[in-house]
């Protein structure tokens, strides 16, 4: 869920090895018709009020439930990355409330491990911590596709390339699902922007929508089998997103099949008509929405053109003032064709709710709470997540290690409650600062120097680089763990919001004076290792080419500071790929190169994707601009040597197998990246694009052959004149590699 309104209002190893269900059909939604016949018996008890009922939120996270016929509420909870603290109504004010529980990697740490096994055991974590707070929906996952390298909510999604979101997204709603709770992907879409994001009217070609923006929602639909989908704030092509007949009904509904519930994103509802006809089936937050705005739209009660009176309503009523329940009851008694639109929508919910065993005399899988084996998931996703951007020799660090100076302000503080509606109350919170004492306990001598404060437009402070320079003159080893940093409380967005739902970030540099500290203290002390949190890219150009070691740990979870220590000396090699390029600047970013970045100035604000298809590595690939850390880079402590490469086509597909030898003298695991280019097209298409990936573990002098498939759609491209896909007859080059710039192997096939 994306609104941030209710805090106004209110205020295991065994698991990590678990596999993906296997699919039984290409289209998984079958599984939410398999009651229909009880769907359409309970339909048939209901008088039109009831109907009507159902398909609007009661409080700030409930909706619906019929007592007469035992139908519950629908509860939903946020947990893109844990499950949020209570919230509305059932927020009580109670500090000690027990709603702590296990604060997992952001989704973009997640995305870092390339291993959608390890989508399924975060998938897990979430959806039994669901069922022991009794939720029947979690609002994740967050897939839109990183664009726009300031969006502040990039620490929520997962990549900039739509196979590598496709492939992470299904394990992740199957492990939430496999515990009788249904995930919600979201935002459906073309959100990818919060600022702005209530008012932007985003253009984008036919072929930018299907090769970029919505195959990972297709896969959640057809290969994830998802119950639910969220709509976004924005417009798309003049119509909002939550009430676009384009997206719901033809394409989400019509093409792909999907038969479970589109909710609305809180108050993005707008049009009582549009959201009846065109595919919204539950309407949420508006009513909280405008009460935080504190808007009085009784002069449009209608809910056609204007707002529903969210204000002078009494309290007896105050729930109902949506554009989905007064008004629309009015207009079905008005009009008699709109009732089988309801029913549609009304039997969408009940068919989650079978799903989910609220309905139906099924038991509710029981759940569990921030166990061991969910921390030792946190732990996992982790250690795989965090990538070794540089190393020249200084990593891993010996143990043996006499003094070690940790600096900045990042090595001490909780981001667990940060971010916006992913924020989650952790039941603990490891420090990067906590996680190297854990690792070295007493042998090692460890100071700590805080090296900058957080706080809005803060630059350099030359008081505290002073003792961060000290510190790391007096070391043999210096720790800088710096980079960006979750906004927390709303109200404070202004001093410190960078990776926050609601804002964007103000640019890409270092904030907080970080530049400057850094390079004060690899002047003192070479054998430094800068360690960056954040949600996204980081302009680093500055002080990179003196660093010897960098490392990217997103936001790493409860587990994250032991995780970073298990990295920084080798307990673990690292094995996380960046699933998004980090540009030199940020004017190199396609979005701001090509695009339009954040709106074009009028009413309605209007973004055009100039950048079309050419997004992240596809536009510095083709356009041979130079990233500063290419997609699909990670570094390891040992190497890893690819031959034997065979491409063996079929009629439509081909079939990829390489050899790969771990030849270095350390365990570990390599990422390999399967690129398909189009020799010769009738379009323009990119240098390469991500077609196929496998992570392998090896030990050393170990070697297995890797095979992944590729199929028709590897080699397909959508023709915009004959509006399908197309596979035009050619040479293909199968390029095979470490990362998009780093292709060690190179093969092709004819088609």
């Known amino acids: 869920m994306s609104a941030f309104y209710f805090t106004l209002v209110a205020n295991s190893p065994a698991a990590a090895q678990q596999k993906p269900a296997p699919t039984a059909m290409a289209n998984k939604q079958a ?148 515990q009788g709770v249904s995930a919600c992907v979201k935002h459906y879409a073309a959100n990818n922007q919060e600022v702005h994001r209530d008012d932007i009217d985003v253009e984008m070609s036919e072929r930018a929508l299907r090769e970029i923006y919505l195959p990972g929602f297709k896969a959640a639909v057809q290969q994830g089998g998802v119950y639910s989908l969220m709509g976004s704030y924005n417009k798309f092509r003049g119509t909002y997103a939550t009430e676009n007949a384009y997206l719901m009904n033809d394409i989400l509904k019509g093409e792909w099949g999907f038969k479970g519930l589109v909710m609305s994103d809180w108050g993005s509802v707008h049009n009582t008509q549009n959201a009846l006809r065109n595919g919204t089936d539950l309407e949420m937050g508006t009513d909280l929405v405008l009460m935080s705005k504190g808007i009085d739209q009784s002069a449009t009660a209608s809910g056609e ?45 009940l068919r989650v709710m079978f799903a989910t065993h609220m309905l139906g005399g099924t038991k509710r899988q029981p759940g569990a709470y921030n166990t061991k084996e969910h921390q030792a998931t946190a732990l996992k996703v982790a250690e795989e997540g965090i990538v070794l951007l540089k190393n020249d020799g200084i990593l891993p660090l010996k143990k043996s290690v006499k003094t070690i100076a940790v600096i900045g302000e990042n090595a001490t503080r909780a981001n667990s409650m940060g971010g916006g509606s992913g924020q989650v109350k952790a039941k603990y919170e490891i420090s990067a600062l906590q996680g190297l004492k854990n690792e070295l306990g007493s042998n090692t001598a460890i100071t700590y120097a805080q090296g900058y404060k957080i706080a809005r437009g803060q630059q350099a402070d030359a008081q505290l680089i002073a003792e961060a320079v000290a510190a790391a003159k007096a070391a043999d080893v210096a720790i800088v763990v710096g980079g960006s940093i979750h906004g927390y409380d709303y109200s404070k967005w202004s001093d410190n919001a960078y990776d926050a739902e609601g804002v964007d970030k103000p640019d890409l540099k270092m904030p907080f004076g970080q530049d400057e500290l850094i390079k004060a203290v690899l002047a003192a002390n070479p054998n430094t290792v800068v360690v960056l949190l954040g949600g996204g890219p980081i302009e680093v150009s500055a002080w990179a080419g003196q660093a010897k070691g960098i490392v990217e740990a997103w936001y790493p ?41 954040p709106s074009t100035p009028g009413n309605p604000l209007k973004q055009t994707y100039k950048d079309d298809i050419w997004v992240g590595y596809r536009y510095y690939d083709t356009y041979n601009v130079a990233p500063q850390f290419a997609f699909g880079h990670g570094l390891s402590y040992t190497t890893f040597k690819y031959d034997n490469l065979s491409v063996t086509p079929g009629t439509k597909s081909a079939t990829v197998k390489v050899r790969v030898t771990n030849s270095g003298k350390t365990a570990g695991a390599e990422v390999v990246q399967v690129y398909v280019h189009d020799d010769q097209a009738s379009v323009k298409r990119p240098e390469k694009e991500l077609k196929g990936f496998q992570k392998v573990f090896l030990k050393p002098g170990e070697s297995k052959t890797v095979t992944v498939a590729l199929d028709s759609e590897a080699f397909q491209f959508y023709n915009e004149a004959q509006k399908k896909w197309v596979l035009e007859p050619g040479k293909f080059d199968v390029l095979v590699g470490s990362s998009s710039r780093d292709i060690r192997l190179k093969g092709n096939v004819t088609l």
């Open 305 to 349: 053109t204007g707002q529903p009176d969210l204000v002078n309503g009494s309290s007896k009523d105050l729930y109902e003032r949506f554009f989905l329940a007064n008004t629309a009851l009015e207009a079905i008694k008005k009009d008699a064709t709109l009732v089988p639109l309801l029913d549609d929508k009304v039997r969408r919910i």
């Open 557 to 597: 979870g409860m587990e994250g500071g032991n995780a970073l220590a298990h990295i920084l000396f080798g307990d673990v090699n690292p094995s996380g790929k960046l699933p998004v390029t980090f540009p030199v600047k940020l004017e190199d970013a396609p979005a701001h190169k090509l695009g339009e970045y």
């Open 31 to 178: 599984a939410l018709t398999a009651n229909e016949a009880k769907v359409d018996a309970l339909l048939k008890q209901m008088t039109l009020e009831e109907k009507v009922k159902m398909i609007h939120a009661n409080s700030a996270f409930a909706a619906g439930g019929i007592p007469r016929l035992g139908i519950p509420e629908l509860m939903t909870s946020d947990g893109p990355h844990g499950v949020r603290p209570e919230q509305g109504r059932d927020w009580k004010g109670v500090k000690d409330a027990n709603d702590a529980g296990s604060y997992m990697p952001t989704n973009n740490a997640l995305a870092s491990t390339w291993n959608p096994e390890l989508g399924y055991a975060f998938g897990t974590v979430l959806g039994s911590e669901a069922n022991a707070r009794g939720k029947d929906i979690i609002l994740g996952p967050g897939i839109n596709i990183m664009r726009a390298p300031l969006n502040g909510r990039n620490f929520e999604y997962l990549s900039e390339d739509p196979f590598l979101v496709s492939k992470m997204v299904v394990g992740y709603i199957q492990g939430i699902q496999s």
